[in-house]
């Protein structure tokens, strides 16, 4: 079974503070993905990569940053946290061809919820 | 642009009542994905179905089913005799065929009362 892990389950920030969200999947999925979750907004993806060193912009990327430098791992970075990033952070990742041959869908972690007060 | 949407904010039923969970989609593709995947409690989303958007066979596993029907874009997912364990949020989700991102609906809050 894959497994995606995200370091951690709570996180509580003060704003200004240099936030690391962190994420390991062991299934050696090429494509990673970082989406936040607001209730009423469902998910929204923020930066995903497609493989070591690459990343893509999502739909809301602004005041977040990433970093892939192994393959395994995808780190989610809030440069400055502000309140507004208060919110649910999941992880996720899937193999090559993604959802084109429909064997491998998106295998999401726990989630990390983080307050920034 | 592509879209989902589920309108359904929260569902409530008494245990063993069929309930169906909607879902409608919009894009300019021919070629596209469909998803449903659930979130119970623990966080962790979980996938049940994906459909290609050439393949508009209902689906059946076990007291799950899908209705894909594209002349309205929807994707509605029912559920038999519900039972307490489906309580969770479920979402749906579409993805065009050239691009690898998931846009997901709002998603539906089930909660099933034994």
């Known amino acids: 079974d894959v497994k995606v892990t995200q370091s951690s389950r709570y996180l509580v920030k003060r704003t200004g503070e240099k936030v690391f969200l962190e994420c390991v999947q062991d299934m050696d999925h090429e494509n990673m993905f970082w989406y936040r979750q607001d209730p009423g907004l469902g998910l929204r993806l923020i930066y995903f990569s497609y493989d070591v060193k690459m990343k893509e912009k999502g739909d809301i990327p602004e005041g977040y940053s990433v970093s892939r430098e192994k393959k395994e791992r995808f780190s989610l970075i809030l440069e400055s946290a502000s309140t507004n990033q208060t919110s649910m952070y999941l992880c996720?990742?899937?193999?090559?061809?993604?959802?084109?041959?429909?064997?491998?869908?998106?295998?999401f972690g726990n989630g990390t919820r983080l307050t920034v007060t | 642009a592509q879209k989902v949407t589920q309108a359904q904010t929260e569902i409530s039923v008494v245990e063993k009542e069929d309930v169906t969970l909607d879902c409608v989609y919009e894009t300019r593709d021919t070629t596209y994905y469909l998803f449903w995947y659930k979130q119970p409690p623990s966080g962790e989303l979980v996938f049940l179905i994906r459909r290609n958007s050439f393949d508009e066979q209902n689906e059946i596993s076990g007291r799950y089913s899908w209705n894909f029907q594209k002349s309205t874009s929807s994707f509605n997912f029912t559920i038999t005799a519900s039972q307490v364990v489906d309580s969770a949020v479920y979402f749906c989700a579409l993805s065009e065929a050239d691009t690898d991102k998931l846009i997901f609906g709002t998603g539906t809050r089930l909660q099933v009362f034994p």
């Open positions: 996720a990742s899937a193999g090559t061809g993604l959802f084109r041959d429909g064997n491998s869908p998106l295998h």
